[in-house]
T-cell receptor, first 115, second 112 residues
């Protein structure tokens, strides 16, 4: 059974700092990995998606990397801003056929960026 | 705006009551999903529908039923609500062959 772990569970940083959020998964046979953002009381917004054949994806100040063989992904946020404060969730989609539609989520990292 | 719409946004039920959570998407996506989110547990899949006319159990299906009414709508029913079903419920959809999932804004359900 796939398990996804996110470390740290919570992180507080001053504005302007570069930071890294970590995600690890136990089964490396994944189809892709997705990073989401969740604001309090809101739904999930997709940030970046990395296919299993890719090493990284970038969007603005965000960069996500994937090392499938070691079961790890990182989300790098450059020059953090108070508006980045949210919970960041990592989710993996299994590879192979059959029931490969289902995402397995980590429990998230609660990020607070202080002005 | 196109997306996934969930109703209601908030609901309080008494133990034993029934209710249906509604979800509709206007993106012509084939696949739809119901997740629940609990503190310390993350999001867990309840049921999903890979295409119109099909539904399958996810990780935590007990106590729930679903109906894929048509391509747009996927409802989740609690026949006899229990306090353990207090949670935030999210509906999501995905285009066949696509990778990205679109989530609704959630339904906060409290069972007392």
């Amino acid at each position: 059974k796939q398990e996804v772990t996110q470390i740290p569970a919570a992180l507080s940083v001053p504005e302007g700092e570069n930071l890294v959020l970590n995600c690890s998964f136990t089964d490396s046979a994944i189809y892709n990995l997705q990073w989401f953002r969740q604001d309090p009381g809101k739904g999930l917004t997709s940030l970046l998606l990395i296919q299993s054949s890719q090493r990284e994806q970038t969007s603005g100040r965000l960069n996500a990397s994937l090392d499938k063989s070691s079961g790890r992904s990182t989300l790098y946020i450059a020059a953090s801003q108070p508006g980045d404060s949210a919970t960041y969730l990592c989710a993996v989609r299994p590879g192979g056929g059959g029931s490969n539609y289902k995402l397995t989520f980590g429990k998230g990292t609660l990020l607070t960026v202080n002005p | 705006n196109a997306g996934v719409t969930q109703t209601p946004k908030f609901q309080v039920l008494k133990t034993g009551q029934s209710m249906t959570l509604q979800c509709a998407q206007d993106m012509n996506h084939n696949s739809m999903y119901w997740y629940r989110q609990d503190p310390g547990m993350g999001l867990r899949l309840i049921y999903y529908s890979a295409s119109e006319g099909t539904t399958d159990k996810g990780e935590v299906p007990n106590g729930y039923n679903v109906s894929r009414l048509n391509k747009r709508e996927f409802s989740l029913r609690l026949e006899s609500a229990a306090p353990s079903q207090t949670s935030v419920y999210f509906c999501a959809s995905r285009r066949t062959g696509g990778d990205g999932y679109t989530f609704g804004s959630g339904t906060r359900l409290t069972v007392v």
